[in-house]
């Protein structure tokens, strides 16, 4: 599957008050340094945590958030910065937030960089809620993430609201594999992942809507 139809499909539609804010591309989180479970697994979190911090973002901005897919450089879970950047300016982004998860073995601390689409500058980061630090906690903390990158005056800084959703890692796992393959054109396989995401998490709205997409 193209990139661009992938951009397309994970958009969020624009509202009237976005319009008044500025537009945020999100790419896939990185997770250089993180340990205690293959790399591959790391791989596809860090793209679930992506697209929720979309979700996340859009709903708290009326829509001015879209996912992008962007490739890691290399090995190790870092993003390509350049490919991101472009891959935001062609999604109508001005600003480009990356996520970063560190994970020690179920201990993690997440962040976010927001980054001038244009320049490449770091315009601010945003660091997560200290006390969820536990893998487990995932979901709570990248919705937490979002409320603070929100927040953020260069953002937008949209008035505080506070909700949180829970998923187990096993369930955010199977989402990011269900976009990997959907990415690759692979549309059998991530409806397949895409099922065990929905069944470890009802409430993984993200999955659902993804699993519809690709048929499943």
Do not use: C, H
């Amino acid at each position: 599957m193209k990139v661009r139809q992938l951009v397309a499909m994970l958009a969020v539609a624009v509202s009237p008050l976005s319009a008044q804010q500025p537009r945020v591309a999100v790419a896939p989180f990185e997770t250089e340094g993180s340990v205690g479970m293959p790399r591959e697994d790391f791989d596809a979190l860090g793209r679930a945590l992506g697209a929720i911090l979309t979700t996340e973002m859009a709903e708290r901005r009326g829509g001015a958030a879209s996912a992008i897919a962007a490739a890691a450089a290399g090995r190790g879970g870092r993003i390509d910065l350049a490919v991101a950047r472009d891959r935001a300016t062609k999604a109508g982004g001005t600003l480009l937030v990356i996520g970063t998860l560190l994970d020690q073995y179920g201990d993690i601390n997440v962040e976010a960089r927001v980054i001038d689409a244009a320049t490449g500058a770091t315009v601010v980061v945003v660091r997560g809620d200290p006390a969820l630090a536990t893998r487990e906690q995932l979901g709570e903390a990248v919705a937490e993430l979002a409320l603070r990158l929100s927040k953020e005056k260069a953002v937008g800084g949209v008035p505080e609201a506070r909700w949180r959703r829970t998923f187990t890692s096993a369930a955010l796992v199977q989402f990011g594999r269900g976009l990997r393959f959907e990415e690759a054109g692979d549309k059998s396989q991530a409806a397949t992942a895409y099922k065990a995401a929905v069944a470890a998490a009802p409430t993984l709205t993200e999955a659902k809507t993804a699993l519809t997409r690709v048929g499943g």
